[in-house]
């Protein structure tokens, strides 16, 4: 009964290659965010879809590419990876954006991607 | 935009005393604030927060921060703490709209016996 859950949990790959991360969540939330938390712990967002719709876009390389078939599901994926891209992922949910209600971020247990 | 300075990166402290992690922010519209908690290899998760009313909020845990808005600050305090409070600790602001959530860089809290 996880709320919010990735895949795979840990990721080793040769850089130039492909590779895509899964994120789920089961709370009926509107609202999907991927975080990027590199090796001092640093958290930025990268991007956030609201009802599979793309809301939130930083500054991030377009080798990532985020994908949501519908709203209970965010995949990432990442093309040609490359070493600075080894950090731990994480997804997070919450029930809608721009509403007054309370609006917590659930996170996911994060996915800890190496790039060698 | 918003921006969140914790300005401490460790704090070691030995367990049954209180410790303070502080955290500032910048903003030029109204903001929500938040303290995450991560434990070792495990997502972030929410610990309390400041949305409206009262300046002085609290978790279930003991934690308590206070929203000082004249000095832009959301400090999170515990007057004793425990083993099982070594986590580290992520303040978080966002605009009224919750449009985007700003992650300060972390303070790692190290409890000691």
């Known amino acids: 009964d996880t709320a919010v859950s990735q895949t795979p949990k840990y990721l080793v790959t040769q850089m130039g290659n492909d590779k895509s991360i899964k994120c789920e969540q089961n709370?009926?939330?509107?609202?999907m965010y991927w975080y990027k938390q590199d090796s001092k712990k640093f958290l930025k967002i990268m991007f956030s879809?609201?009802?599979?719709?793309?809301?939130i876009n930083e500054t991030v390389p377009n080798r990532f590419s985020p994908k949501s078939p519908d709203k209970a599901h965010l995949n990432l994926h990442i093309n040609s990876l490359e070493l600075g891209d080894s950090a731990v992922y994480f997804c997070?949910?919450?029930?809608?954006?721009?509403?007054?209600?309370?609006?917590?971020?659930?996170f996911g247990p994060g996915t800890r991607l190496t790039v060698l | 935009a918003q921006s969140v300075t914790q300005l401490d990166s460790q704090v070691p402290v030995f367990e049954e005393a209180p410790v303070e992690l502080r955290c500032n922010y910048s903003?030029?519209?109204?903001?929500?604030l938040f303290w995450y908690v991560q434990y070792p290899n495990q997502g972030l998760q929410l610990l309390l927060k400041?949305?409206?009313?009262?300046?002085l909020v609290e978790s279930i845990n003991g934690f308590e921060a206070e929203f000082n808005k004249s000095q832009t600050s959301f400090h999170l305090r515990k007057p004793s703490v425990h083993i099982s409070d070594t986590a580290e600790y992520f303040c978080?602001?966002?605009?009224?709209?919750?449009?985007?959530?700003?992650f300060g860089s972390g303070t790692k809290l190290n409890v000691k016996p």
């Open positions: 997070a949910s919450s029930p809608a954006i721009r509403t007054s209600s309370y609006n917590e971020q659930f």
């Open positions: 709370l009926g939330h509107d609202t």
């Open positions: 879809y609201n009802n599979k719709e793309l809301i």
């Open positions: 903003s030029s519209v109204s903001v929500y």
């Open positions: 400041y949305l409206s009313g009262s300046t």
């Open positions: 978080a602001v966002s605009d009224v709209n919750f449009n985007k959530f700003y």
